[in-house]
């Protein structure tokens, strides 16, 4: 484990003694850091004999997402309506950003796992959340992170990330190529989709669904007996079903081959009763191509290296910044 970890454990051994009391356990036996987390910290505890998982959630003055709230709002609901293909949620501290989870035993997922059958499963998942959207409690949900609703949203959604790298500070050679790349690669890709996607003017089409929000098989781990379990609901709630699709297609890490595309999305807008939502869907999938490539430069940003540096306290952020640099770079010519 870590230095920087280790001081974690230290200062929230209290809290997390608190948390397995608050779940109905005791004793803890053990803490172990994890690799893999993006975003967070991530430890498995053991007490009473079973395992459990804490998250210790980031938080930044310049992104005040309440990733705590979203994601035990949202994983409890879940376990209310008896979906069990996740994380059980047990107890939150809100104060010191901690949550408490059932530990599920899985590998991660590879490429070869992305099969018809394991997108099956993630449909199925997604339409047996939403079988629920009606209830009562469904309409406390939160609504998801950069919530996008019409059109002209989803565009300023990725003009937002674009300009972002304005911020980039030419320090080193690595920063002067991202920015190279993003102003004479990124903008005029996206001019020309942006100008593609207005000229199809407004879609009336602005249905809500209940979104998992990073929705994909890189939050996604393989149990031994074959069931997928999903996790990492932190930007979870209600949502455009287009941007939820598009980002499950779009997320670069275990890529989803485009030949399931008008198939999902058709399941998806059959259950909402929405037939204008595939037409929608497929005009913003080059949009949200733009936003993974951007997604893929956070370590560019003086935000998204934070997060980064907090989840990994011991990773080389320039190395890691060259590798995504890198992988920007393939995704775009694969894609755009």
Known sequence: ?????????????????????????????????????????????????????????????????????????FSSFLWKKGIRNIPCPLAKDSEHQLGLYDFVHGRKFSCDDVTESAVQESLN?????????????????????????????????????????????????????????????????WEKIRRDILKAGEIQSEERCLSPSDFGFHNALLAPEGTIYFHDFEYAGWDDPSRMICDFFCQPEFPVSLSFFDYFSKEVFGFLKNPMGLKKTRLLLPAYQIKWCCIMLNEFLSEGNDRRKFAHKEENTRVKADQQLTKAKIYFEKYL
């Open 125 to 189: 998942f997604f339409l047996a959340i939403n079988h629920h959207r009606e209830d009562a409690e469904a309409k406390t949900l939160p609504e998801a992170s950069e919530v996008c609703f019409s059109l002209q949203e989803h565009l300023q959604l990725i003009e937002h990330r674009l300009d972002r790298f304005k911020e980039i500070k030419e320090e080193k050679a690595i920063d002067m190529q991202a920015r190279d790349f993003v102003f004479h690669k990124l903008v005029p890709a």
């Open 1 to 73: 484990m870590g230095c920087i970890h280790q001081i974690v454990v230290m200062t929230f051994t209290k809290q997390i003694t608190c948390l397995l009391k608050e779940a109905g356990f005791s004793g803890i036996a053990n803490i172990k850091s994890l690799a893999g987390g993006k975003n967070n910290q991530v430890f498995c505890i053991e007490a009473d004999g079973k395992q459990f998982l804490l998250k210790s959630y980031f938080w930044h003055p310049a992104d005040r997402r309440e990733r705590l709230k979203s994601e035990f709002l």
